[in-house]
C-alpha cells in the first residue's frame, strides 16, 4: 500500500470515528442546570470537550487502521469471502 493510499484511508478511519465519538458526554444546559445563552440552540452543548473527543478519536480509529492494514498485509478477510460479492 502507498503511503499516500494509508494516510487517505486513515483520515477516512478518523472522520467515521469523530462522527462517533461526538454524542458521548454531551450534556445539554437543560440537562446540567446552567443558564443558557441568549440565542443559544436548546440542544447545544454545555462543555463540547472536543480535545478529549479528538484524543479518543485518534486512539480508536489508529485502532481501526491497524487491524485494517493487518487484514491487508495478511488478507483474513478477501472480497472473495463476502457473501453475494462475485468477480
Excluded at 19 to 43: C, H
Amino acid at each position: 500500500m502507498k503511503p499516500l493510499s494509508a494516510l487517505v484511508i486513515y483520515i477516512l478511519f478518523w472522520m467515521v470515528t469523530l462522527f462517533a465519538v461526538l454524542p458521548f458526554g454531551v450534556r445539554t444546559s437543560d440537562e446540567a442546570s446552567e443558564a443558557r445563552v441568549p440565542g443559544q440552540a436548546d440542544s447545544a452543548p454545555v462543555r463540547p470537550d472536543m480535545a478529549r473527543k479528538a484524543l479518543w478519536t485518534t486512539v480508536i480509529s489508529a485502532v481501526l487502521f491497524g487491524l485494517f492494514y493487518a487484514n491487508y498485509v495478511n488478507g483474513w478477510i478477501t472480497v472473495d469471502d463476502v457473501p453475494g460479492w462475485r468477480r
